[in-house]
C-alpha cells in the first residue's frame, strides 16, 4: 500500500489518467444500471426532439435517445479499440520475434511482407479490406490488424536481434534449452515493455481508425450504437438538427484524448531515454 | 543513390507492386458479392439464371484464380483495366478524370500544411518549455487527438452553412470548393508534422556548430534561418514524401464529407457497389503512385543534401 502511494505521488499525472480510464471503463460497463433509457428503444413521434428535457442530448431520425447512444458507443468503442491493440500487440509479437530468433527463411518471408505492406498507404487498404468482406464491426478490427501490425513486427524484431547473438543465449542452446524456452524466457520478457508502450500510446490512433471506417459505412452496423455510425447517420440531418453530430464527436475526442494523454505519460515513465531530457 | 542503388529500388518497388496486385485480386476474388449481378442491377434489368451465367462465362469468371490473375496483370500492364461494372464506362477513363482532383486536393492541403507546421514548430523550438513551447504543444497534442471526418462536418456546419463562406458540397471545379477539404485535411496533419519540426529543430540546436555560431558572435535569427533550418529541413522532406502517401490514402473521408469528386470518394463508391475493376485499379494506383513520390524523395536527398553530393564523388572517384 504505501509503495503505491509512493508511485502515485511520484507519477500524478499517470495516476490521474488511469483514474479517468478506469471511470471511463466503469461508465461504460455500468451503463445498463443507471441508463433508464434504451438505446435502441425507437419512438418515430420522438424523432429529432432538442437536446434538454427528458432527452439530454437529444434524440435521432428513430426518436432514439442520443445521450443513451453515445454512453453505450463507449462499450463498444473500448472493446474494440481495446480488442484490436491487443491482437496487433500479439500478431506483430509473434511475427517479429519468430522472425528474428530463427532468420533465414521466415525471416525472409515475414519481412517482405512487412516491407510490402509499409511501402504502402494503411488507409487504403484497411478501407478495401474492410470494404471488401463486408461491414461489420469485427471486419473493421481485421482490417485494421492486417496494416498495422508491421510496426510491432519490425520493433520486436529488432530488439530481438540486439541480444540473439549474446553469450547467454547461446549458453542456454549449449545447455540444451529448447527453442520455446528460450523465446519465453530471454527473447518475450525483453521486448515487452517497449512493445507495450508503444502500444498504449496507440490505442488512440486505433480508436479513430475504427471511428472512421465505421464512418464511411465499412465498420459498424446500423442499428448499434457506435460513435463513427452515428456520425455517419447524422451527417445528412446535421444542418437542421447539429446534435446529432456534435454529442458523438465530442465522445470520441474526450476518450482518444484521455487516451493519447495515458499513452504519453507512460512512455515517459517507462522509457530511460526520456529520462536525461 | 547511384545507378545500382537505383536498379534495386525500381526492382522492390516492382515486386510490391506485384505483391500488392495479386493481394488486391486475391481480395476480391474471394470478396462476397456477384459481380454479374452488380452489372445487371447497374443497368436496370436482372435477367434469368441462364443469361447470368452466359455473361459470367463470356467476361472469364469462371476460369482458375491464377489464369484471371494473369490475364487481368496483362492487360493492366497494356492501360487497360477493364470495364467498370457499376458505372459500364473503361476503369482507365474513370480514374484520370479523378486523379486530378485528388492530387489538387493533396497539393493544396499540403502546403496549408508547411504554412502551418513550418512557423509553428519553430517557434516551438526556441521557445522550447516557455509558454508559446506549451501552447503550441497542445494545440497539436488536440489535433491528432480529434477525428478528422468530426474537424470536416464542423466546418460544414459552422463555416460553410452557419455562416455561408463556402460552399457546402464541394462539387465542381474551383479554388473555393477545395479550401474546407484542404482545412480538413492540414488540420490533423499539421499538429504531426509540427512535432516532427519542433524535434528536428531542437536536435538541430543541440549541434556544436550552433555553440560555435554562437560564440563567433552571429545573431540568433541568423544562426536560426542560414543555419539550423536547411539542416533542420532533411529529415522533414522524407516526412513530406510519406505524409503526401498518406494524404492519398486520408483523402476518402474527407472526400466523402465534402462530396468532392476524387479518388476517394470514387473508392468508397466502388466497394460498396462491389466493383472490384475499379476497387483493384484504385489500390493498384495509389501504390504506384506513392512508391513513385518515395522514389523521388529519396533521390532528392542526393541534390540537397551537400554530404550525400559530395560523397558520392568522392566515391565515383575511387571507383
Known amino acids: ?277 | 543513390m547511384n545507378v545500382k542503388q537505383l536498379t534495386t529500388r525500381l526492382m522492390q518497388a516492382i515486386i510490391v507492386l506485384l505483391g500488392i496486385s495479386l493481394m488486391t485480386f486475391m481480395l476480391t476474388y474471394l470478396a462476397p458479392g456477384d459481380p454479374v449481378r452488380t452489372m445487371y442491377a447497374a443497368s436496370g434489368v436482372m435477367p434469368d439464371k441462364e443469361t447470368l451465367e452466359k455473361t459470367r462465362e463470356a467476361m472469364g469468371l469462371n476460369e482458375p484464380f491464377m489464369i484471371q490473375y494473369f490475364k487481368w496483370l496483362s492487360s493492366s500492364l497494356q492501360g487497360d483495366f477493364g470495364t467498370s461494372y457499376s458505372m459500364n464506362k473503361p476503369v482507365a477513363s474513370i480514374l484520370m478524370s479523378r486523379i486530378g482532383p485528388t492530387l489538387w486536393l493533396a497539393f493544396f492541403s499540403l502546403i496549408l500544411m508547411l504554412l502551418i507546421s513550418v512557423p509553428a514548430g519553430l517557434l516551438a523550438a526556441v521557445r522550447q518549455n516557455r509558454f508559446t513551447d506549451y501552447f503550441v504543444r497542445g494545440i497539436s497534442f488536440l489535433g491528432l487527438s480529434i477525428p478528422n471526418f468530426w474537424v470536416g462536418l464542423l466546418l460544414v456546419y459552422f463555416v460553410a452553412f452557419k455562416l455561408g463562406l463556402f460552399p457546402v458540397v464541394s462539387m465542381g471545379a474551383g479554388i473555393d470548393k477545395m479550401v474546407l477539404p484542404a482545412v480538413t485535411l492540414a488540420f490533423a496533419m499539421s499538429a504531426k508534422y509540427t512535432r516532427q519540426v519542433r524535434a528536428a529543430v531542437l536536435e538541430e540546436l543541440n549541434q556544436d556548430y550552433v555553440n560555435g555560431a554562437r560564440s563567433r558572435g552571429l545573431k540568433e535569427k541568423t544562426i536560426l534561418i542560414r543555419h539550423v533550418f536547411p539542416n533542420a529541413l532533411l529529415p522533414l522532406i522524407t516526412l513530406i514524401g510519406l505524409s503526401l502517401g498518406s494524404l492519398l490514402g486520408g483523402t476518402a473521408v474527407v472526400e466523402v464529407i465534402f462530396s468532392y469528386p476524387g479518388l476517394g470518394s470514387l473508392a468508397v463508391s466502388a466497394i460498396t457497389a462491389y466493383d472490384y475493376p475499379l476497387i483493384q485499379a484504385y489500390v493498384l494506383w495509389i501504390a504506384f503512385l506513392y512508391m513513385l513520390i518515395n522514389l523521388i524523395v529519396d533521390l532528392s536527398y542526393g541534390f540537397l543534401d551537400p554530404r550525400i553530393r559530395e560523397g558520392r564523388k568522392i566515391y565515383e572517384k575511387n571507383a
Open chain 1, 1 to 277: 500500500m504505501k509503495r503505491m502511494l509512493d508511485f502515485v505521488r511520484l507519477h500524478k499525472q499517470f495516476a490521474i489518467l488511469s483514474a479517468l480510464v478506469f471511470l471511463l471503463i466503469l461508465t461504460a460497463v455500468s451503463a445498463p444500471l443507471w441508463i433508464k433509457i434504451s438505446p435502441y428503444d425507437s419512438n418515430l413521434k420522438d424523432a429529432f426532439l432538442p437536446p434538454g428535457g427528458e432527452h439530454l442530448f437529444g434524440t435521432d431520425k428513430l426518436g432514439r435517445d442520443v445521450f443513451s447512444r453515445v454512453i453505450y458507443g463507449s462499450r463498444i468503442s473500448l472493446t474494440s479499440s481495446l480488442l484490436l491493440t491487443i491482437s496487433v500487440l500479439f500478431l506483430g509479437t509473434v511475427l517479429g520475434i519468430t522472425a528474428g530468433y530463427f532468420g533465414g527463411v521466415i525471416d525472409t518471408v515475414v519481412m517482405r511482407i512487412a516491407d510490402m505492406l509499409i511501402s504502402f498507404p494503411g488507409m487504403v487498404l484497411a478501407i478495401a479490406v474492410a470494404g471488401i468482406m463486408g461491414a461489420s464491426t469485427m471486419n473493421a478490427v481485421i482490417a485494421i490488424l492486417i496494416v498495422s501490425w508491421t510496426k510491432y513486427a519490425r520493433l520486436a524484431r529488432s530488439l530481438v536481434l540486439k541480444i540473439r547473438h549474446k553469450d547467454y543465449i547461446y549458453a542456454a542452446l549449449t545447455t540444451g534449452s529448447k527453442n520455446l524456452y528460450i523465446l519465453k524466457k530471454y527473447m518475450l520478457p525483453n521486448v515487452m515493455p517497449t512493445l507495450i508502450v508503444t502500444a498504449a500510446s496507440d490505442i488512440g490512433t486505433m480508436m479513430l481508425e475504427l471511428a472512421g471506417l465505421s464512418f464511411l459505412g465499412f465498420g459498424a452496423k446500423p442499428p448499434l450504437a457506435e460513435w463513427g455510425l452515428m456520425l455517419n447517420e447524422g451527417r445528412i440531418y446535421m444542418m437542421d438538427y447539429p446534435w446529432l453530430m456534435i454529442y458523438p464527436g465530442f465522445a470520441i475526442c474526450i476518450v482518444v484524448v484521455i487516451f493519447n494523454l495515458l499513452g504519453d505519460s507512460l512512455r515517459d515513465i517507462l522509457d530511460p531515454r526520456n529520462k536525461t531530457k
